[in-house]
């Protein structure tokens, strides 16, 4: 099985920074898409920001030149800077990813167990 562990969640004030990161882990053998989504209380989950295993980025209209998507594929890591950060943007962050654990295996979509972003002053 393929773990996600996520990191770096905390309370922020308006217009301030937190970096999220997530490593997936256990029997990894190559890990496709990576991606962050977000559920605020009341809301359904959205994407927030993707990135394929070659670099290409998405990002949700809300988020587009405030946070910053990136990934380490040696360390099959993912990493979320989130910039000038808003009251709007709390919520619970999850990471995602699709892998597989062998070679000719299925491609699988895994979540991360969320951590929380709050903005508050």
């Known amino acids: 099985q393929v773990q996600l562990v996520e990191s770096g969640g905390g309370l922020v004030q308006p217009g301030g920074s937190l970096r999220l990161s997530c490593a997936a882990s256990?029997?990894?053998?190559?890990?496709?898409?990576m991606g962050w989504y977000r559920q605020a209380p009341g809301k359904q989950r959205e994407l927030v920001a993707g990135?394929?295993?070659?670099?290409?980025?998405n990002y949700a209209d809300s988020v587009k030149g405030r946070f910053t998507i990136s990934r380490d594929n040696a360390k099959n890591t993912v990493y979320l800077q989130m910039n000038s950060l808003k009251p709007e943007d709390t919520a619970v962050y999850y990471c995602?990813?699709?892998?597989?654990?062998?070679?000719?295996?299925?491609?699988?979509?895994?979540w991360g167990q969320g951590t929380q972003v709050t903005v508050s002053s």
């Open positions: 990135i394929t295993s070659l670099g290409s980025t």
């Open positions: 256990g029997s990894v053998f190559e890990v496709n898409t």
């Open positions: 995602n990813a699709e892998a597989r654990t062998t070679g000719w295996g299925l491609w699988d979509g895994y």
